[in-house]
């Protein structure tokens, strides 16, 4: 069983930085692809970015080109979020989940077998 921690949340302001780490197994991690994913009050969870672990291909979101970047640590096996220039509408639960490499883009929800219980991001204005 996959099992997948976040940390690093809390309350920032406006154009602050948050570095948000994700903790998996190696076996998790091994033929994955780890998303980063955000859920604001009211609205559907909305692609961040991923990162395949197996050559560290990355795609992000549009809105947070240039700003967010997505690295990882074989060492300890983490994926880390680091955040930059953070604005208000940045504000959400953030998740890391895990899956295969499949056809399924990247960008889905359901391309994603295992997601961790999520941390709390405020940006203040």
């Known amino acids: 069983q996959a099992q997948l921690a976040e940390s690093g949340g809390g309350l920032v302001q406006a154009g602050g930085s948050l570095k948000l780490s994700c903790a998996a197994s190696a076996r998790t991690l091994r033929f994955a692809v780890v998303g980063w994913f955000r859920q604001a009050p009211g609205k559907e969870r909305e692609f961040v970015g991923a990162?395949?672990?197996?050559?560290?291909?990355?795609k992000y979101e549009d809105s947070v080109k240039g700003r967010f970047t997505i690295s990882r640590d074989g060492a300890t096996n983490t994926v880390y979020l680091q955040m930059n220039s953070l604005k208000p509408e940045d504000t959400a639960v953030y998740y890391c989940?895990?899956?295969?490499?499949?056809?399924?883009?990247?960008?889905?929800?359901?391309?994603?077998?295992?997601w961790g219980q999520g941390t709390q991001v405020t940006v203040s204005s």
């Open positions: 990162i395949r672990w197996v050559d560290g291909n990355i």
């Open positions: 989940a895990s899956g295969l490499q499949s056809a399924i883009s990247p960008v889905s929800t359901r391309a994603y077998s295992y």
